[in-house]
């Protein structure tokens, strides 16, 4: 929570642990911030016991009923414990949103996070250094890889998404995560998803995360976003650019390289060999009663009434191959304008804009 907000007056909040237990906190709950997550969710600070501070993505109970916005944070929640139980004993822990606790019954459903560390990239106005770069892009490879070692695309790598503290990168927006080799839906905007991702077309594939890597790293360097076709025109002049992303600009999914491979040339020493620190987790079968849990109340929530001429999205696909959870926008993206989330937008008095509402975030 910010210096300058009032203290709110402690509220209880009954949460599910990562561990599966029930915890009770009285938490200090925050004011609204829309710009930080993909409406229609909202995000506020949450000040827990002592002086940590967390995040919690919620659903207003406006929409806790919609079944497609309950299943993106359902889906949500699965990845993010997906991820929490393959590398939250590791050192690249960091590189993740660390959840907290969840609770998909609540009347406003949420997941709540440690804080996030860092200013998104959207925020870097002045650009990076070249080992700043160097370590963005090592980062960005490394948690693609690791998502892919266990079983997980994310579709949504833009720079709101991306967080840098000067030293680390974590990696935000995990309800843009899918299965890998799930049917592809149209996500994204260009240029950050790739042709094959716009048009929903194939299957999901690791590599599509990699054509946004190059994507945000050239906008990074250059000022400018990238060709949403294949490589920039000015590629070849970025020489620390093209040594090692230029295979990623490859419209096919199927001709870039992966992310093994890239880390192969980023750290020859021990790039690969960093993709093999996933361990087993010991409450997997807890988990998946808990995925379970998930389905039985995805499945009782009321279908709203849709409104007369609406177009029937077509079935959200199974997030896992378990039949859980769905996950992704069913439906194409719409055109969002320049004071969204996903620019950046400030939070200024209206009428006006400017980076404040990505140094909130």
């Known amino acids: 929570m910010e210096r300058n907000e009032p203290r709110e007056a402690d509220t209880e909040l009954a949460f599910v642990s990562p561990q599966g237990t029930v915890r009770r ?19 506020r600070p949450v000040r827990l016991d002592g002086d940590r501070r967390g995040l919690q993505v919620r659903l207003p109970a406006a929409e806790a009923g919609n079944r497609l916005v309950h299943g993106l944070l359902e889906a949500e929640t699965s990845a993010a414990l997906a991820l929490h139980r393959a590398y939250g004993g590791t050192r690249f822990r ?14 406003e459903p949420f997941i709540l996070y440690a804080a996030p560390r860092g200013r998104p990239l959207s925020a870097l106005t002045q650009g990076v250094s070249t080992s700043d770069q160097r370590a963005i892009e090592r980062d960005l490879v490394l948690a693609v890889g690791l998502m892919a070692a266990a079983g997980l695309v994310h579709r949504g790598i833009v720079p709101p998404a ?26 994204g905007v260009a240029p950050y998803a790739s042709p094959e991702q716009r048009a929903g077309v194939g299957a999901v594939d690791p590599r599509d995360a990699l054509w946004s890597v190059g994507q945000l790293l050239h906008e990074l360097v250059t000022g400018r976003p990238g060709n949403p076709d294949g490589p920039a025109p000015d590629l070849a002049r970025h020489h620390t650019l093209a040594h090692t992303l230029a295979p990623v600009f490859a419209p096919r999914a199927a001709d870039r390289p992966t992310a093994a491979e890239l880390l192969g040339r980023l750290m020859p020493d021990a790039g690969a060999a960093l993709l093999t620190t996933g361990v087993p987790d010991p409450l997997d079968p807890y988990r998946r009663e808990f995925d379970e849990a998930l389905r039985r109340k995805h499945a009782s929530l009321p279908r709203p009434p849709r409104p007369p001429g609406e177009p029937v999205p077509p079935p959200l696909p199974p997030y896992g191959p378990d039949g859980g959870p769905a996950t992704g926008f069913e439906q194409a993206p719409r055109r969002r304008g320049p004071r969204t989330w996903f620019y950046g937008g400030g939070a200024g008095p209206s009428g006006t804009s400017g980076p404040e509402g990505d140094r909130r975030r």
Do not use: C, E, I, K
């Not at 960091?94 to 009347?107: R, S, T, Y």
């Open 25 to 43: 906190l009285l938490v200090g709950l925050g004011p609204d911030r829309p710009r930080l997550v993909r409406p229609p969710a909202v995000a």
């Open 162 to 187: 991306v967080r840098w503290d000067g030293r680390r990168l974590q990696l935000w927006d995990l309800g843009s995560v899918a299965r890998t080799g799930q049917p592809r839906t149209p996500w």
């Open 94 to 107: 960091g590189l993740f949103p660390v959840p907290l606790g969840h609770d998909m019954n609540a009347a």
